[in-house]
């Protein structure tokens, strides 16, 4: 059975919306997700100020309540049936985030497991066929075909097959 | 440069002596480690108690103070001259431990870093040239060469290459 390796967040789980939501909230701004697709200067300022004010992430809480990708829960339990899934997170980093995330996966994706599940640092330890990320530092060191996730921050990069949506994840696997 | 993973419980860490120790005050027993080695039937005694109490694994703390093993935070820091050193601890049953385990190895292994720990279920997709590890489970899997690490509870098992303290590592590696 081939082993197909998933992130977590702005993955299976709508991360950088909630990014963007702290961000307004916080600094008192009106960033929109679509807009920022759209406006590349837009997304520079967002960015500047994300990396300047991004304590967030390190808060107790942050990762227990993200919403989680349209039709990503019926994909990954159709792929389960011809692939054996692993979900693997960089958490590590976040030691208040391990927690919440077995949480999260376990209210979301509850036939997943804990055995299926991983928390690292860098991912190039990592072996498996396949590796859906929407970070290239990830995808760069993947022994096996990686996969691209489209995200905000990903849209300049080519050089990865790339999936937009999980919809587009059950055309290429199922 | 090879790739070394370290399991953490009774290989970096005393796991075993905190066990005993909690089903000692626990239970109002007087188990010591040194007769549990000579004696099966009082080690087969010993995990009835264990498997029927061991709540305490799920319990905040446990993983914070657990003693080092000898010699090995010298060791560890002189493979990482060698080899790139990763830990892996299968630590997603319990949700707690992941950030005891960060601390402590923040405590005692400062120089390993977030980015080489890694938190999983099964350690079948994790890819090493080596890995010592206390678990038979985990070895049978492993992709690269596996190195048993002696614990009470693995000195029946004759299939792999054996060490027995942090001091044999060393002879093996550097």
């Known amino acids: 059975m081939k082993r197909i390796a998933i992130d977590m967040d702005d993955v299976l789980a709508e991360t950088s919306i909630k990014i963007i939501d702290q961000i307004n909230s916080r600094l008192n701004k009106s960033y929109s997700h679509d807009e920022l697709l759209k406006d590349n200067s837009?997304?520079?300022?967002?960015?500047?100020?994300?990396?300047?004010?991004?304590?967030?992430l390190w808060e107790p809480g942050f990762?227990?309540?993200?919403?989680?990708?349209?039709?990503?829960?019926?994909?990954?339990?159709?792929?389960?049936?011809?692939?054996?899934?692993?979900?693997?997170?960089?958490?590590?980093?976040?030691p208040e985030s391990m927690k919440e995330k077995l949480v999260w996966l376990?209210?979301?994706?509850?036939?997943?497991?804990?055995?299926?599940?991983?928390?690292?640092?860098?991912?190039?330890?990592?072996?498996?066929?396949?590796?859906?990320?929407?970070?290239?530092?990830?995808?760069?060191?993947?022994?096996?075909?990686?996969?691209?996730?489209?995200?905000?921050?990903?849209?300049?990069?080519q050089d990865y097959e790339r999936v937009n949506n999980w919809k587009e994840v059950a055309h290429m696997f199922i």
Chains 1, 2 share one sequence.
Request: glycine share 4%; proline share 2%; with cysteine.
């Open 42 to 56: 837009l997304k520079m300022a967002f960015y500047q100020d994300y990396q300047s004010n991004n304590q967030f």
């Open 63 to 94: 990762f227990l309540d993200i919403a989680v990708k349209d039709d990503a829960v019926e994909v990954v339990k159709q792929l389960q049936k011809k692939y054996e899934v692993f979900i693997v997170s960089a958490a590590t980093e976040f």
């Open 106 to 157: 376990e209210q979301h994706f509850p036939f997943i497991g804990w055995q299926h599940t991983v928390f690292c640092g860098h991912k190039h330890m990592i072996q498996a066929d396949y590796l859906i990320d929407d970070h290239e530092k990830n995808l760069i060191t993947f022994s096996g075909k990686p996969i691209l996730y489209s995200a905000l921050h990903n849209l300049h990069i």
